[in-house]
């Protein structure tokens, strides 16, 4: 079962709401004797909490974490790890309008009719506030990744916002340089432009991110029902405003030839088997292939502006709503690192299962 | 744990290689007291089953699934069901050339170098003939959901073959009468020439296949980790060939603003809300709106063409690979009753999960 | 999988060591709009709480549980549920010297062995105090069941210490008035007079609990593997310092014939069966019948004691150890809320299963 | 969820009726590479089927099983395993006056409460006959086993008949002699004389089975629930009739004190740790010690006898039950291969968990 927990063998089970004291993860299965740090931690939660640029919302929540428990003397000790972050500026009367009304777009409405019960505040338990502890978590794989595979290398940018994609050749070099992280400096100053005009104007637009891992050894992957892009899947579609999810040509596989799309095989300098193209983002039938495993998903614009839009009461009265709180214009900028974590703990999981599996012995080629 | 087995309470582990004596699934979780006949199963079975028009493989399998267990006098038991199907006709001497040489594009090398050892007659386990075990047990959840939502319809077709479109309106009526449960006729015509020339020079091409819900009430899904979304993302992804996943707007959600996205909300004549148009794709939060379900996703272009593509060998020697066995030009039409399936699967154990957690009560509106 | 985590729909996952900050669970899964208040939970956790008389360890711990989320004005949400206990009293330098010695009879060798670091103040995550956790997972599943079944009833009691067993009658009246829970007051005089020797001289003993549920109706439990009695087996034997677990006549099952041991059924008054002996505990293939649920588990006497014990340190070198920490003479005692509260926790997600599959509906006798 | 599966990462997922045309199981998880024929699998079939002697049911079953996939070239592939074995001696007719009479001891009457629908012939999906796909799973186990621990070696065997221990000293060499594997040639003629005197009465007996593990290493165990003993104590619990589990000293562990209880450490000529004793079974805070492992169980005696008991029909009516078939006076004995199957897959389980969480790391002593 998986009301509120992912992952197989590297399992996290996330709780807490948007206004509650505090919202956190258990993090279980973690190969024990792994260096753990709160710092550690608290890097990769800096990347994505709010407040930090004009484009994210201006709630200021430090979103300090603390380790519970699972860590000794500064290493993981294969039991569980608990991570709590505490809220700290949670302004709920901001919120109170809202009890009695449904904001369209939101889960606001369907959390009540499925149970008949909603912390409102904030969208509660489906604020993407959640996604705090699972940046939180996948520092936590992320520590573990570098210890097992230390040439791995995960990255997240955006490569669309609304209509704009990115002009010119991609720098990967830049992602760190610009409040969107996308990896052109030329694009993030038109993307900024666009952006501050639809901040101004209280409305929202959509983005896609790409999340690529490089250094994946190939054979990793449990198919048929936890194939290493099925899980991806999941993944990222789990994520607050995901509605499409692409791995590798993803939906445009579609208009694509057999002996377009097919990657051509040779052997490579080191000995090892080297790809001609990357069509199948690094996975076919489920497993690594070796190459770069990439995957992309699209985040829907908030629907949280300050444009009217219809709406319902619990009550049965047609209503309008205006959204009046701490919103992001883009909330797929700061999906960009949640993107990442979960990258992380998926590609930890399935390295976990296949070493359980086949105990780590490969077929070799040549 | 999920290598072989999917869902959370309907659940589902289907065995079986394309070449080897029989495959299957087991059932389980299934509610007592369901009528279910082998004949009801072989229904959605011989939608699937090769050999029914030039477009797909030509190899002949009746695919004649058998009830093992768990139904008996007719009825599901609630005890675990088992169907199996035998394969008949498997010419494994076509593939005798591939036992040593990978084909670009196929999970032969991943499966390889995971394992190191594979079946690979007909791409063993990684074949698309593992589906087969999933329309059946999709045949036994519909027969389940039937008996739950008499009004509930699943619907797939193709809305794309190639680079090609739907030309004109849609027409459900018209998804039956065509090879390619495409809703319109004249693009029934325009696809069959544009495959019939593709089969010709021994290449294929990909498509995307849509799969709508119709009747599901509001409230099913469990979030966080196991959306309604998220399932079914999962699900299809899970599918072979599959490289790409959307829910109602998907990837072009990313190009909205928030007031294009959001679906306003009204009261409809039954006093119950209706919403003015469906670009989050019936889910909202991981829960069902009640509107229509809508999930597309694509299909790649088969690997096995008889152009060709270069490529190497177990003993690590360059060489080119021209796939002759029986294969698909298009594989994405036999994709479209696995979509079915698969969602038929996932909304049953999404109901089930619904069950146990709320027992049925809805939070109400008005 | 369940590293950490019991239960398959009702979902417990519990975190924290003896010496750390605070330890705790997250309850999933659990039915919404249920009461649920902390004092509701602190009533549960008093019970087990140590320090409370001399027969229990003197670590003196409020064991005041906080609700962090997944209730909102005092009902459940549907949502993760984190509740978490501070640790006040924990003297880890009474442990400093064991750091480097492995006591007899604990987990201190084999944590050891396995993970290779270990939290070695006072058990770590091998300690007894993650019994807490279950007590308050416990205290929220018998607040849905009190909401679902108000007349069942749970009832814990101690029916051995050592080598004596109970004298005379049973009188459930007394379990409340005694320390060790025997539902009879001459034997908890016995006992007392028993265990103060066994305290005085450093020494420690064992001890047998009987959990029974009243007024569960038949038809509950999931066979084949997740029986009711298999998941009742698991959550005893899960218990610090189970080492055997019985249902109904248990291990005397064996010194039985066909015709003792079958419980005759007849009609009752009202038309339902009623049986005329429960030698079965209550539960036949893995299903309840209706009677009184019974099982029995064995706790061993704790290994803390004063006597000094040979062992070996982690350099490989011979010693002695006695134990001076502050421990129970008798840990079975305190294994009575533990043993009710997992037997809460296991019927009520054999509850939501069933409900779930069957939705509720029973076959008729009569 | 674990309706018909057990298992976390070694999964088997069984299916069938004691009078359908088959049954046999989904072996999942198991690692690639390993050889294993279905030789191999009958050999252990055929220590468990009937109509052995004339000690154990006279239903003549060949128990023949056949591998339908995930093995390749005589060579497990990773992928999941499909073991058949078909019925081939249902003499339904047997059962025919039982379809409205609940038999007194036996699920018969649960499954109906419950499903409101069960196949009655033989117990259906209750029947001991599952238990054959336990032992089949088991020889899959016994086969990897083998491959990554040698000296590992797994030996069941009966220490008690009815109200009838063994006599004098326990001769493991005996176990194979006898039609009850009991380890005493003495034992053995006493238990016969006795038994053949209950079968000619047309009554039935419980047993003790105890199973023990002998070379399994240090470190073996998943704390807190999935601990080893946890794991065995479901394991032999969801096997049919089981009342009890006990691990090492059981539930005579009560009787001790702490003394007596720990096991004390020294250190070995090998340089590493022996134990003085084993009241612990082998286990330490759910992990194995690296001594034998020790479980034990009862099983209770079969309600199928010819002596009259008072029970109810479906309609509500009281009657008399005498139950003709052919049964098994000590269904304990068949019992014995299953307890071994069950500890085979569970080891092999752990040790996976093991492999994936530490990757075989362990804390080195001295």
């Known amino acids: 079962m998986s009301f509120n927990t992912f992952g197989h063998l590297f399992r996290v089970t996330t709780w807490g709401e948007s206004h509650g004291p505090a919202l956190g993860c258990t993090v279980d299965g973690c190969p024990p004797g792994v260096a753990v740090t709160e710092e550690m931690l608290q890097?990769?939660?800096?990347?994505?909490?709010?407040?930090?640029?004009?484009?994210?919302?201006?709630?200021?929540?430090?979103d300090a974490v603390k380790i519970l428990s699972g860590v000794f003397e500064g290493k993981t000790t294969g039991t569980s790890i608990q991570l709590m972050i505490e809220n700290t500026d949670q302004r709920s009367k901001d919120y109170g309008e809202i009890?009695?009304?449904?904001?369209?777009?939101?889960?606001?409405?369907?959390?009540?009719?499925?149970?008949?019960?909603?912390?409102?505040?904030?969208?509660?338990?489906?604020?993407?506030?959640e996604t705090a502890a699972r940046v939180a978590a996948g520092g936590i794989a992320r520590a573990v990744l570098a210890d097992m595979l230390p040439d791995l290398k995960i990255t997240g940018y955006m490569t669309q916002m609304g209509p704009h994609g990115i002009t010119g050749d991609r720098d990967m070099a830049e992602i760190?340089?610009?409040?969107?992280?996308v990896p052109s400096a030329a694009t993030a100053d038109q993307w900024a432009e666009y952006l501050d005009g639809l901040r101004k104007s209280g409305s929202?637009?959509?983005?896609?991110?790409?999340?690529?891992?490089?250094?994946?050894?190939?054979?990793?992957?449990?198919?048929?029902?936890?194939?290493?892009d099925t899980d991806l899947a999941a993944a990222?579609?789990?994520?607050?405003?995901?509605?499409?999810?692409?791995?590798?040509?993803?939906?445009?596989?579609?208009a694509l030839t057999g002996e377009e799309n097919a990657d051509e095989i040779s052997m490579g300098p080191d000995g090892q088997p080297i790809y001609g193209s990357n069509h199948a983002g690094g996975i076919l039938g489920g497993i690594s292939t070796g190459q770069d495993v990439v995957v992309r998903f699209s985040v829907k614009p908030t629907s949280s502006i300050l444009k009217p839009r219809g709406s319902v009461t619990k009550s049965g009265k047609e209503t309008e709503v205006v959204?009046?709180?701490?919103?992001?214009?883009?909330?797929?900028?700061?999906?960009?690192?949640?993107?990442?974590?979960?990258?992380?703990?998926?590609?930890?999981?399935?390295?976990?299962?296949?070493?359980?599996?086949t105990g780590g012995k490969r077929g070799q080629i040549g």
């Open 43 to 62: 890097h990769w939660l800096d990347r994505r909490k709010p407040g930090q640029n004009r484009y994210t919302t201006q709630r200021r929540e430090p």
């Open 99 to 129: 009890a009695e009304t449904f904001r369209p777009g939101h889960a606001d409405i369907t959390y009540w009719q499925k149970y008949g019960i909603r912390d409102y505040r904030g969208g509660g338990r489906s604020s993407a506030r």
């Open 176 to 181: 760190e340089n610009n409040p969107f992280w």
């Open 204 to 228: 929202s637009v959509g983005a896609v991110i790409e999340v690529v891992a490089q250094g994946l050894p190939a054979g990793i992957g449990a198919p048929i029902y936890a194939k290493l």
């Open 236 to 254: 990222m579609m789990s994520i607050n405003a995901v509605k499409g999810v692409e791995i590798g040509e993803g939906m445009n596989a579609a």
């Open 323 to 357: 959204t009046k709180g701490r919103h992001d214009p883009c909330v797929g900028i700061r999906a960009v690192p949640v993107g990442e974590a979960m990258m992380a703990c998926v590609l930890l999981d399935q390295i976990l299962m296949d070493r359980a599996q």
